[in-house]
């Protein structure tokens, strides 16, 4: 698998976060700051997530998404779209319950135009251990607020993170 990495591009307030390869929790305080960048920008109307070229998303990484999904819900009262052409992918999105929180396309959409002159990588943002861990609780606890099955499969996991403390 590709490294991942995390493009973005802003469209008069429609932001297009495109991601690459295997995202993984090394690129969630970059894409945790961008988020909370762009939710306070006073143009800001959409999100859509552009998976077509992601290889793979760790949990950490759908937390993040669904952290995403439901604050551009309180904002602009719209679910945020994602275009996952990868059936592994759709497969996990949905059995995470990303349907319930995201619009999500399995084709490539005829509208998406080539933002290619007008996007930038995320640099990565470093943390400390403490903040990342903080980080990888918060995005488990969103994922486990999303159904029962997820609650059950990430309570340990996010216990023993809070053991750690």
Known sequence: MQAGRILVADHNGVYVLKFLGDVRVTLCSSLDQFVESMFSQPNFVSVLI??????????????????????????SGNLPTIVSTNEGITRILLSM?????????????????????????LPNVYRSEDEVKEKVIEAHRVLMSLN????????????NLENCR
Do not use: C, P, R, Y
């Open 50 to 75: 552009d998976l077509t070229e992601a290889e793979g998303l760790d949990s950490t990484t759908l937390g993040l998404l669904a952290k995403l999904s439901l604050e551009s819900k309180k904002i």
């Open 97 to 121: 319950g990303f349907e319930k929180v995201f619009d999500i396309h399995t084709e490539a959409l005829e509208s998406e135009q080539s933002i290619d002159d007008q996007i930038d990588e």
């Open 148 to 159: 029962a099955k997820n609650a059950a499969t990430f309570n340990d996991l996010v216990q």
